[in-house]
Nanobody
Framework: QVQLVESGGGLVQAGGSLRLSCAASGRTFNSYAMGWFRQAPGKGREFLGAISLAGGSTYYADSVKGRATVSRDNAKNTVYLQMNVLNPEDTAVYFC???????????WGQGTQVTVSS
């Protein structure tokens, strides 16, 4: 069993930056890709980006490309999402997930709220 716990959310002003963390328990962290998603009020869950097992490859949604960076530290069982130039449309609950971009995401965190004020 794997547990994922996100942290780092909060209130930030438009134009600001935020780094979210996702800590994983279990011994299989470095055997899986990790992904970041978000869900805004009244909307479906949106893929933001993903990172491969060893961190050598990253993938981003067009909506955040150039503003988001996903990284991981396998020694700490942690994946990060750096978001820059935030705007109110980035307000959402942000989730991390463990699994595969092609085969599906097996485990999800509980989410962390990010609110961007104008």
């Amino acid at each position: 069993q794997v547990q994922l716990v996100e942290s780092g959310g909060g209130l930030v002003q438009a134009g600001g930056s935020l780094r979210l963390s996702c800590a994983a328990s279990g011994r299989t962290f470095n055997s899986y890709a990790m992904g970041w998603f978000r869900q805004a009020p009244g909307k479906g869950r949106e893929f933001l980006g993903a990172i491969s097992l060893a961190g050598g490859s990253t993938y981003y949604a067009d909506s955040v490309k150039g503003r988001a960076t996903v990284s991981r530290d396998n020694a700490k069982n942690t994946v990060y999402l750096q978001m820059n130039v935030l705007n109110p449309e980035d307000t959402a609950v942000y989730f991390c997930a463990l699994g595969s971009p092609t085969a599906g995401w097996d485990y999800w965190g509980q989410g962390t709220q990010v609110t961007v004020s104008s």
